[in-house]
């Protein structure tokens, strides 16, 4: 009780004290007669707000000065970012990274449709189910189809076991492998896809189309060729199609592993499509290719291709034959079901054999 009394004091006294100062200064500033005529106004502004600068140095010490900024600079790397966000934070400037194993000739003879599977070192087997399934080469109901597999690296660091010897095995006797320099990581996959769009310009700019995709899904290639077939020349110089995901945002529950904190991105995303697989144009390709040095990279690679296409003035549109999501359990066993098709994820390699087998079925009486 006594101490309580003791605080209230406290709490009473301070009050006073402070109304009491409160009453003298507003006084002795003339707060209480109008203070307007007291109040002299700067003739210079105190603080402006900060503006690109028209003098090219002044800009570049601009740049200096706000990646600097010990602020700005620790906001972004803060203690409580997942360790890969922060790894990314370091590393994303770093666009380009040397070819290990490239295959300059493979578009001698550009082909109509170029299948681009992102794979990593140890899938071996998901990369040969492809080869002798959807990503079978040569001609493919009359056009010509080539298939490539676009790795980075699986470090020692991370644990990988050596597969080099294997691996260059694989590329002297498929050579469909293109491989860079750089850690082959989840968050690096938009190096992945800016890498390969530096490559098509390079390698296979005379492709007509391009199918991206990840190595564990399955693709009904007649149909992507009957669907590109049935396009108006106008539609298909602008198509960009895919399983597109619209008004979607970064997970902000720190358990997520997709977890992106507000402190690295803030708003929608743009319309994008799912990065099992999408399809798109040579012309396309090319106008992404020029855009992304001007899109900072994002550690989501399709949501990054989806800046891009905003960046470029193109919208993704929807085909409700990519089941990036997979389809119902009842209908997975049924091989009519996949006549219609051009994606469904996930897929195992002998599913990918098996579903393949059943396309080519002539005796397949579906409706
Ligand atoms: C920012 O981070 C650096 C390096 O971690 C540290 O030395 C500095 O004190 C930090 N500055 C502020 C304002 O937190
Ligand atoms: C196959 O394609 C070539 C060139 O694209 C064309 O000239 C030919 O008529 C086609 N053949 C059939 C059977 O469609
Ligand atoms: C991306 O690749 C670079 C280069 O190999 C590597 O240093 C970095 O750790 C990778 N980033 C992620 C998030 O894995
Ligand atoms: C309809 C269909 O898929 N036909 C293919 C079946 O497989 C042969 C080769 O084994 C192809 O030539 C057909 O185009």
Redesign the pocket.
């Known amino acids: 009780m006594a101490l309580l009394r003791v605080r209230l004091k406290v709490v009473v006294t301070v009050t006073m004290v402070n109304v009491f100062l409160f009453l003298l200064i507003a006084r002795h500033s003339g707060w209480d007669k109008g203070f307007q005529d007291n109040v002299r106004l700067a003739t210079k502004p105190f603080w402006s707000k900060m503006m690109p600068s028209p003098g090219y140095w002044n800009l570049q010490q601009q740049i200096l000065d706000f990646r600097h900024n010990p602020i700005l600079a620790n906001h972004s790397t803060a203690a409580d970012l997942p360790d890969?966000?922060n790894?990314?934070l370091?590393?994303m400037n770093?666009r380009y990274?040397p070819i290990l194993v490239d295959q300059p000739d493979i578009c001698r003879d550009p082909p109509f449709l170029l299948l681009a599977v992102k794979s990593q070192a140890p899938h071996f087997d998901r990369r040969q189910a492809i080869r002798q399934s959807w990503g079978r080469v040569g001609l493919v109901a009359n056009r010509t189809v080539v298939t490539i597999f676009l790795l980075?690296?699986a470090?020692a660091g991370d644990y990988h076991p050596d597969l080099s010897a294997m691996l260059s095995y694989e590329s002297e006797r498929h050579k469909d492998i293109i491989q860079w320099?750089?850690?082959d990581?989840?968050?690096?996959l938009t190096?992945k896809e800016v890498l390969f769009l530096e490559w098509i310009q390079t390698r296979c700019p005379s492709a007509s189309f391009i199918f991206k995709g990840d190595d564990d899904v399955f693709v009904n290639t007649y149909a992507i060729l009957k669907y590109l077939a049935g396009l108006s020349e106008t539609k298909s110089d602008e198509l960009f199609v895919g399983d597109v995901i619209t008004n979607a945002g970064p997970h902000r529950e720190k358990k997520i592993k997709y977890f992106i904190p507000e402190s690295i991105f803030i708003g929608v995303y743009p319309p994008y499509a799912g990065g099992g697989g999408y399809l798109f144009s040579a012309r396309v390709a090319a106008r992404l290719h020029v855009i992304s040095p001007r899109v900072a990279l994002y550690?989501i690679d399709d949501v990054y291709t989806g800046m891009c296409l905003s960046k470029a003035g193109l919208v993704p549109q929807n085909h409700k034959g990519f089941k990036t999501f997979n389809i119902e359990e009842k209908y997975r066993a049924n091989p009519c079901t996949y006549k219609g098709l051009i994606l469904v994820h996930p897929r195992t390699p002998q599913e990918m054999i098996q579903i393949w087998s059943w396309l080519n079925q002539s005796d397949l009486n579906c409706q």
């Open positions: 890969w966000l790894d990314f370091l590393y770093c990274y980075g690296r470090m320099d750089y850690r990581s989840f968050f690096n190096v550690p």
